[in-house]
């Protein structure tokens, strides 16, 4: 299947996943979109502990199938991870996975990706969705679930540790449809 994948991404240039033994196409990403995962990156790095590392199209496998990945918006993981040569960073290595929705992603497919992270072991899993200023932050994976969760709107801060830079921002994160200043 990561071969299907491959050739794919190589053909279209689109981006793709393998989510429970489904090929996911990844939609094109906005401008906004862009921008909110660049904002979010460069707030969660000024306070990151000094062991860890803010990657973006750094996939994450599922335990013991590495053709099983999602590849999240940004990933915080081990500063060291930059001197691989691998593309898979082991999900009891991630900190932090961040999704920001797209403009067209359905609650289905959020849900299921969602349950996939909790599968995988990803300790924390922040999803932003500029659709309605909303944020979710996701913890204590276990049996395929999360059982922790904290809902936030846009102005709020997202409550991550010390070691993730604490409190993050989510002041001046723009929601999609809207221009600048509106």
Not at 140 to 156: A, F
Request: hydrophobic letters at 35%; one cysteine or more.
């Amino acid at each position: 299947m990561r071969e299907a994948a491959e050739k794919i991404e190589q053909a279209t240039g689109t981006r793709v996943e393998i989510i429970s033994g489904t090929l996911v196409i990844v939609p094109s990403q906005n401008g906004k979109h862009a921008g909110i995962v660049i904002d979010l990156r460069d707030a969660i790095r000024t306070g990151l502990a000094a062991e860890c590392e803010a990657y973006e199209n750094v996939s994450v496998p599922i335990l013991d199938d590495p053709d099983d990945y999602s590849t999240p918006d940004l990933t915080i993981g081990p500063h060291a991870f930059k001197k691989e040569d691998d593309w898979l960073l082991d999900a009891d290595e991630v900190a932090l996975a961040v999704e920001v929705i797209s403009p067209n992603e359905r609650l289905k497919g959020i849900n299921e990706k969602t349950a996939w992270y909790a599968a995988a072991g990803v300790s924390r899993l922040l999803q932003v969705d500029p659709r309605t200023g909303t944020w979710s932050l996701f913890t204590r994976p276990g049996e395929g679930e999360y059982r922790g969760v904290v809902h936030g709107k846009y102005g709020e801060d997202v409550p991550l540790p010390e070691e993730l830079g604490g409190n993050l921002s989510t002041s001046g994160l723009p929601l999609y449809g809207t221009q600048p200043g509106s």
